[in-house]
């Protein structure tokens, strides 16, 4: 099972992910705060944005059109933004950083 | 002290109640009763991806039993309430009477139902709940047909599903387009065009006035005499509050539970939250209805902190999305008594939105394809931001700069 980090401003968790379900699905299976995920997974709130670890950009499959466009009017969207309904989690995603921005939508 | 509290509905609304109870710090015994026999799960995706079959039960839930046990929130599950006391301050259940200090009335909305001849006929479904959806896809299959009654979001949405998974659709229904309660002639044109070009005979001005078949659905009849060969047949012909419980315990209801900004009924201990609700939109300044995930969540939420004493008033801006073919429609706001309508970009090129303004600012926006002006336009209409028209249908510009 691929391990994934969340990190904000006052913690550091690790869990360990189920390969083939999303991101936000881990999050909210884990209970991480600050991951709201209000439409549950269909692109379209942009509640549920993570900064990834830069150094995992390239393994990440890049943003659809319909993704990058809720994120540049996300709350302080970067280049490392993503929102992570659209992240499936794999073998290959082991170790995964992301940090959860201090407020959503 | 408010020891008890009881959520009725564990649906999208009752599930936030019960969350945001605990993490506000509510220590006292919950109980959160629910008709259906599953753990609360989402709705959205049981016309979509569940139905297509690319999403399993487990996923539809937003907790599992170990958040329950974790959080000690009692699970009542499949378990339907006959009766409110306000009174004594109970709920009569299928088994038991239960005692509140406060309580939570999410109690959703029932199907609209078809009433002509046939109506009651095997292979008729609404889609509701997973159950629903689960005897829905158990019909779909390559070549069947499928006869879907109202071209709203439910009917759509699974006239595009069914498509997809090779049925034979027709959708029928009743007024001139397609989504006419819930969007522009433009968008309406947009997607009907879309369901066309994927193989789906769309009918509108059809009057469903018959069904037939022997034991099982086989024809749907319309009012000018045309005919529907169906397997199966889907109705989405719209819901209302479910508010009967609400009702018959004598709380004030009027096209849904009626609450004030603080999602309180008219009895001081009972709240409500979610479709069930007739609530004021502060920014519209009016009273409404919903049928939306976003407000099924914020009221529960603005529910729960009220049940605990923090005074915090529901204000939000809608939002719906929905989801057809490859095609993703974003709305935000509420589009009546606007005075001004452009349409920005081009429906044949597939992106465009559809802004909707009263006295120079943004109040609703139907966005195809494009999520930017989308996300813009929460903000704008939240902001009430002045606009210059004249900038608005220029897709040069983003429509956050039309100021």
Known sequence: MPRIVFIDANSRREVLATSGISLMEVARQNQIEGILAQCGGACACATCHVYVAPQWMDQLPAREDMEQGMLENAWEPKDNSRLSCQITVSEALDGLEVTIPERQG | ?403
């Not at chain 2, 008709?35 to 139905?51: G, H, I, M």
């Not at chain 2, 439910?154 to 659709?169: F, H």
Request: aromatic share 6%; glycine share 8%; proline share 4%.
């Open chain 2, 1 to 403: 002290m408010i020891a008890n509290i009881i959520v009725v509905g564990a649906g999208q609304a009752g599930a936030q109640a019960v969350d945001t109870l605990r993490r506000e710090g509510f220590a006292g015994r919950l109980i959160l009763v629910g008709d259906e026999a599953q753990l609360p799960y989402q709705r959205p995706p049981l016309s979509k991806k569940f139905l297509a079959g690319e999403m399993t039960e487990d996923r539809l839930m937003f907790r599992h039993q170990p958040f329950y046990d974790e959080h000690q929130i009692e699970l009542h599950l499949a378990t339907g309430v006959t009766r409110i006391d306000p009174a004594t301050r109970s709920i009569t259940c299928t088994s038991e009477s239960l005692q509140y200090d406060r309580l939570l009335l999410c109690l959703g909305t029932t199907s609209r139902l078809l009433t002509c001849p046939g109506a009651q006929l095997a292979g008729i479904h609404y889609l509701r709940c997973l159950a629903d959806a689960i005897q829905i896809r158990s019909h779909i299959k390559p070549a069947a047909r499928a006869v879907i009654i109202g071209g709203g979001y439910i009917g759509l949405e699974t006239a595009a599903t069914c498509r997809t998974m090779g049925c034979e659709v027709t959708v029928l229904e009743m007024a001139d387009r397609v989504m006419n309660r819930v969007a522009s002639p433009c968008v309406s044109q947009y997607f009907s065009d879309r369901h066309s070009a994927h193989g789906v005979n769309i009918v509108c001005n059809s009057r469903v006035v018959q069904i037939e078949g022997l034991n099982q659905v086989e024809r749907v009849v319309c009012a000018d005499g045309s005919q529907y060969d169906a397997d199966f047949v889907i109705v989405g012909i719209g819901a209302m509050a479910a508010s009967s419980l609400a009702s018959a315990a004598g709380l004030n209801c009027d096209n849904g539970i009626v609450v004030d900004e603080f999602c309180r009924t008219s009895d001081p201990h009972i709240y409500a939250a979610g479709d069930c609700t007739n609530h004021p939109s502060i920014h519209y300044g009016r009273r409404i209805r919903l049928e939306s995930v976003d407000n099924a969540v914020e009221q529960a939420k603005t529910a729960a902190l009220n049940m605990l004493g923090r005074e915090v008033k529901h204000d939000r801006v809608p939002w719906f999305w929905s989801d057809q073919f490859d095609n993703k429609l974003l709305i935000a706001g509420l589009s009546d008594g606007h005075d001004e309508l452009i349409v920005r970009g081009d429906p044949t090129q597939r992106v465009f939105s559809v802004c909707y303004l009263k006295e120079h600012a943004l109040i609703a926006i139907e966005a195809v394809n494009q999520p930017k002006d989308y996300m813009a336009a929460r903000k704008l209409i939240a902001d009430r931001t002045p606009l210059d028209a004249g900038k608005i249908p220029r897709i040069d510009t983003l429509l956050k700069e039309a100021v």
